[in-house]
């Protein structure tokens, strides 16, 4: 687990996991800001969530595609 300095690491509910990769697997790469508040307000309604989360996730998402891709 990383350490983080400002808090506890953010940690997603099985609901906002569910609609990221849907959104990932329609095509989503790299949202911008307002897709970016569009996701959060969303989101929100599952759990505590912020933009920046939703845009460390997706690439997060992208660098471990990227990863299995290399190995396989």
């Given at each position: 687990?990383e350490?983080?300095p ?14 990221l ?7 989503m ?6 897709q970016?508040?569009?996701?959060t307000?969303?989101l929100?309604?599952?759990?505590k969530?912020e933009g ?6 997706f690439?997060?998402?992208k660098a471990?595609?990227?990863q299995?891709?290399k190995?396989?």
């Amino acid at each position: 687990v990383e350490s983080h300095p400002g808090g506890t690491r953010w940690n997603p509910t099985q609901e906002q996991i569910g609609i990221l990769e849907m959104l990932y697997r329609g095509g989503m790469r790299t949202p911008n800001a307002q897709q970016i508040e569009q996701i959060t307000l969303q989101l929100g309604k599952y759990g505590k969530i912020e933009g920046k989360n939703v845009f460390y996730w997706f690439q997060n998402h992208k660098a471990r595609e990227r990863q299995k891709q290399k190995r396989s």
